[in-house]
C-alpha cells in the first residue's frame, strides 16, 4: 500500500525544486521561489484527477477532517455519526471541534451500516462520516439517501482510500465534504498532509481561508489580507507537498501493481469454502491496499493469526484487540481522559461506552482479517505468500 516503498527520483526532483528557491512556505514570497507553487500544483492535480471543484491541501488527514467539520458549521452541541471501525482521529477530530462523537455499528462492508446510522439519528445530529476502511468503500447510496432525508450532512473520512471510486465517482466527493491523508503509511504520502475536497464553492472557500488563519489568499501582501473569520493553522509545508506531487503522478502505477497482487492472493483464498470476503459495494473502485476477508467464528479466525506466525506470513491484522483502529481498545475515550475540561455538551452527550455493546461490529471485525497489500513485492513472492496462506488456513480447518 505505501508509497514510500516506491520513493526515488521522481520525488527528489519536486523537493530539490523547493530547497533551491529556498522558500519552503506555500504562500507568499512570489519573487524568490522561482516559479515553483508545489502545494498549488498538488492541488489542481486533485482537483483534474477527482474531477472535484476544491482541494485544500492541509498538514494532515486529522487536521483535513478539523477542517472539514468546520466548513460544515459543526460545533457546540452537535452530534456527528461515526463508525466503531475507524482511525482515532474520527473522533479527536470531532471533539475538537467541539462536537459529540456518536458511534454506530458496521456491517459486512467493514463500514457505517446504513440502518445503524438512522437508528442513531437524533434532532442534534448534524453529520453522518463514512470512513472508507482499508482501502475500499462504504455504501454510499443508501447513506447519501438518509443525510437527504433528514437534511444532514455527508463527510467522507477517504483518508485510507485515495483514488477509490463508487460508481465512477471518486470517493471523497460523493458527500458535501471529503478528506484525504498523506502521512507516512497512506497510499501516496507526503511524509505528513492530507486534503479536504469538495464541489461546494463557499466550502471550498472557506476551507481555503479556515484553514491559514482565516486569510483570504486575495492580492501578494499577506500582512494586508482581511480575516473575514477566525481560522487556524493547519498549513501543509512546500517539502512536504513537493513529495505529493510526485507521488499523485505515480497514482496509477501504485494502483495497477496493487490491484495485480491482490487478486492473485483472493483467487488463492477463494478456493476454500470456509473464507468469505469483505462486501465491496463496487468492487471496480477498490483500490485493493487490503485483502479483507472472513472466517466462519472469532475463534478460527484467531487460529488463522497464529498459523498466519507459524508460516512466517506479515503485513496482516485481526482489529478486534487493535488499540488504534476499533471501538474496545479506545480507553481514553471510554474514560474520557481528557488533558481540558470538556464542554458540557460533550459531558452530557457522550455515549457510555463502558455500558454499549457494539455486538454487530465485535461480529465482523473478530472474524475479519485485513493483509495488507505492499507494492515492493515480486509476483514471485506473491505466489508463494498465496500457497502459504492457503495451506496456513488450511491447516486451521484439517484441526477443526
Ligand atoms: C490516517 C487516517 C486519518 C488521519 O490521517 P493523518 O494524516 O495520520 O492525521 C484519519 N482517518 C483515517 C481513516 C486514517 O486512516
Known amino acids: 500500500m505505501p508509497g514510500f516503498e516506491l520513493f526515488g527520483a521522481a520525488e527528489r526532483k519536486e523537493v530539490n525544486d523547493v530547497l533551491e528557491s529556498g522558500v519552503l512556505m506555500r ?3 512570489d519573487g524568490m521561489r522561482n516559479g515553483h507553487w508545489k502545494a498549488r500544483e498538488l492541488e489542481q492535480e486533485m482537483e483534474k484527477r477527482f474531477d472535484v471543484k476544491h482541494a ?25 455519526i461515526m463508525p466503531t471501525f475507524t482511525f482515532v482521529a474520527s473522533f479527536e477530530s470531532i471533539l475538537a471541534a467541539g462536537a459529540t462523537p456518536i458511534l454506530v455499528d ?8 446504513p440502518k445503524a446510522v438512522e437508528a442513531a439519528i437524533t434532532p442534534k445530529t448534524k453529520v453522518v462520516m463514512p470512513v472508507h476502511m482499508c482501502g475500499a468503500m462504504a455504501d454510499l447510496a443508501p447513506l447519501q439517501e438518509i443525510c437527504e432525508r433528514y437534511n444532514l450532512f455527508l463527510l467522507e473520512d477517504a483518508c485510507q482510500a485515495f483514488a477509490g471510486t463508487y460508481h465512477g465517482k471518486a470517493l471523497g466527493t460523493i458527500g458535501h465534504a471529503g478528506c484525504f491523508s498523506f502521512d507516512y503509511v497512506k497510499t501516496i504520502t507526503c511524509g505528513e498532509g492530507g486534503a479536504v475536497v469538495t464541489n461546494d464553492d463557499v466550502l471550498g472557500n472557506h476551507a481555503d481561508h479556515y484553514s491559514d488563519h482565516g486569510h483570504t489568499h486575495i492580492g501578494n501582501d499577506r500582512g494586508a489580507e482581511e480575516h473575514p473569520f477566525i481560522g487556524y493553522n493547519f ?11 510526485a507521488q499523485i503522478r505515480r497514482t496509477d502505477e501504485f494502483l495497477a501493481i496493487q490491484r495485480k497482487n491482490k487478486k492473485i492472493l483472493k483467487d488463492a483464498l477463494a478456493t476454500i469454502p470456509e473464507v468469505s470476503f469483505r462486501r465491496l459495494p463496487d468492487e471496480a473502485g477498490d483500490t485493493a491496499t487490503f485483502l479483507s476477508f472472513f472466517m466462519p467464528t472469532y475463534a478460527l479466525s484467531q487460529k488463522v493469526v497464529q498459523a498466519f506466525k507459524k508460516y512466517g506470513i506479515d503485513a496482516y491484522w485481526n482489529y478486534f484487540d487493535n488499540n488504534w483502529h476499533y471501538v ?26 463502558t455500558k454499549i455493546s457494539f455486538q454487530a461490529s465485535d461480529e465482523w471485525i473478530g472474524r475479519n482479517i485485513s493483509c495488507l497489500i505492499k507494492l515492493s513485492w515480486t509476483e514471485e513472492e506473491v505466489q508463494t505468500r498465496a500457497q502459504k496462506m492457503v495451506a496456513a ?4 480447518l484439517a484441526d477443526g
Do not use: C, M
Open 235 to 245: 498549513r501543509i509545508s512546500e517539502l512536504n507537498a513537493a513529495v505529493g506531487l
Open 56 to 80: 485544500q491541501l492541509t498538514s494532515s488527514g486529522t487536521s483535513a477532517l478539523n477542517v472539514a467539520l468546520a466548513i460544515l458549521g459543526v460545533g457546540a452541541g452537535d452530534e456527528v
Open 393 to 396: 488456513i488450511q491447516s486451521v
Open 27 to 29: 504562500y507568499g514570497f
Open 328 to 353: 474496545r481498545k479506545w480507553h481514553h475515550l471510554t474514560k474520557v481522559r481528557s488533558l481540558f475540561p470538556l464542554s458540557k455538551e460533550i459531558r452530557d452527550g457522550l455515549q457510555d461506552l
Open 106 to 113: 458496521i456491517d459486512d462492508t467493514l463500514t457505517l451500516d
